[in-house]
């Protein structure tokens, strides 16, 4: 399952990514996509742009925000 997971993600991306070719409202979405910078300059070819933090700081973020909520489960004695 988590398999299919990180397929609908990665082809959800792809999709916004083309998207934003064709419809000016989704221009934004190929500026932070992971596609962007794999296609336009390569993995590391071109540097790595401060736009792309995101990736990095939002699994963060999340990782903050979930610690607090399932300290609080005891799952050993369940």
């Known amino acids: 399952m988590l398999r299919r997971d990180r397929r609908t ?3 959800a991306g792809y999709v916004l990514y083309v998207a934003g070719e064709f419809v000016e409202a ?3 979405w190929r500026s932070i996509s992971p ?3 794999a296609l336009e300059g390569g993995p590391l070819g071109a540097g790595l742009s401060v736009v792309y933090a995101w ?3 939002a699994p963060l973020v999340l990782l903050a925000a979930a610690v ?3 300290d609080r489960r005891d799952i050993v004695t369940a």
Do not use: T
């Open 9 to 11: 993600v990665a082809f």
């Open 26 to 28: 989704l221009e934004f």
């Open 35 to 37: 596609f962007q910078q």
């Open 55 to 57: 990736m990095v700081l």
């Open 68 to 70: 607090p909520v399932f």
